[in-house]
Each structure stands twice: as C-alpha cells, then as structure tokens.
C-alpha cells in the first residue's frame, strides 16, 4: 500500500463548486504539504501544517483553505473553484526531527475547472 | 524571499553524461534537494546537500557551493528512463517549508 495517498485522483468540477482534496498518510510523520503545480512554474506551496494545531499559509493560499482532521490527515478545500486553479495538486509529507529529512509526496489529483 | 533558477530543458545522448545547474538566492540557507519527477508523476528525492562539496550516490552525484549560490545534478550513463523533470528545492533558516526551482525538464536521445 501507498505511503501517501490522495483522492480524487482525477476531477472535473464547474466554476463555483466547493471542492475538497483529501491526503491521508500511514508513515507517521507529523509534517504535511499542499502544492500546486503548473506548467512552467515548478511546485508552489499553498498550506502546510507541522501538527494538528498549527497550519501555515504558503506562497498561494488565497482561494484555499486546508483542514488537519488528525496527524494522519491533510485536507485542502477549494470555497470556489475558477478555472484558474486547474492545475496538478500534490500532498506531502515529512518527519520533523532532522533537516535532513526529504518530503514524500503522493500521486497527485489532477483538477480541471470548467 | 528566494529566487532559484533552473534551465528550463536540456537534452543528451544515452550512456554520456549531462550537469543540470541551479542557482538560489536566499536570506538563511538551510540545504538543497533535488527531486526527480517523471511527467504526470509525483516526485522523489534524489540527493540533499547541506555542507559544501559533492555527494555521490551510484549514477547520480549533486554539488553544492555555498558561496556561490550553487549547485548542480550531474547524471552518469545516462539510460532512457531518466528522461523525465529534476526539480532542485532550496530550504532557508527563516521558512519551514521548501522553495521549488521551475524544474528542468530532461530529454534523453537514443
């Protein structure tokens, strides 16, 4: 089983909708991501949270809003959606102890709004 | 704030040897990774370097120069399934999160 795991996988929503992202994570890390990556412009960070209680905008927040329903989840919400956050949605993850320690991603959600 | 900066696609021969170059700007540094990405696919970690010099790992190797503000991947014998994206990410004493370089996106030819 995957590590790190995202759902939807692939979705396709209308302008206005309210979408939610979810990641959840079985290697017990206590750090977790949201980025957003677009053609052209590498990986931007959007939210991310070293605990349950502590969640940190990122560089692109605005539009977005996450929620840590527990060590193990991440989730990222979209209040409403515009075409222009179509784009491929990565989570991930990353134990907090040393500096050293590299991020693992999930498989990404690819979202199209039309 | 940071500025890291990639050449945005490079190209090379299989079995030669390609240098892909980053260079950052940043208040506090704080280590460098490079992630390899092939397209449509999530990231994964490559090499870390913190401390000045070179890290080896089998075909793959990363540089880093502290006072310069920079570091390349360089990729030995080079295989056809190494085509794919290789993002360097630089973390700062300031931020708790990484800043990702635009990518470069690598062809190997037959």
């Known amino acids: 089983d995957a590590d790190v795991t995202q759902t939807p996988r692939n979705r396709i929503t209308k302008t206005g909708k309210r979408i939610m992202l979810e990641c959840s994570q079985t290697?017990?890390?206590?750090?977790m991501y949201w980025y957003r990556q677009d053609p052209g412009l590498g990986l931007r960070l959007i939210y991310y949270?070293?605990?349950?209680?502590?969640?940190n905008k990122g560089e692109i927040s605005d539009g977005y809003s996450v929620s840590r329903q527990a060590q193990a989840k991440f989730s990222l919400s979209l209040e409403s959606a515009i075409p222009n956050q179509t784009a491929l949605y990565f989570c991930?993850?990353?134990?907090?102890?040393?500096?050293?320690?590299?991020?693992?991603f999930g498989p990404g959600t690819r979202l199209t709004v039309l | 704030g940071q500025n890291i900066d990639q050449p945005t696609e490079m190209t090379a021969t299989e079995g030669a040897i390609v240098q892909i170059n980053c260079t950052y700007q940043?208040?506090?540094?704080?280590?460098l990774f490079w992630y390899q990405q092939h397209a449509g696919e999530a990231p994964t970690f490559l090499s870390y370097?913190?401390?000045?010099g070179l890290e080896e790992k089998g075909r793959f190797s990363s540089f880093l120069s502290r006072s310069k503000g920079y570091s390349y991947l360089l990729l030995k014998e080079l295989q056809m399934k190494d085509s794919a994206s290789y993002l360097c990410?630089?973390?700062?004493?300031?931020?708790?999160?990484?800043?990702f370089g635009s990518g470069t996106r690598l062809q190997v030819q037959p």
């Open positions: 991930a993850t990353r134990e907090g102890v040393s500096g050293y320690n590299e991020q693992f």
């Open positions: 290697k017990g890390h206590d750090r």
């Open positions: 949270s070293f605990d349950v209680k502590d969640i």
């Open positions: 940043t208040s506090g540094f704080n280590g």
């Open positions: 370097n913190v401390l000045d």
């Open positions: 990410a630089v973390r700062d004493t300031g931020r708790r999160a990484l800043t």
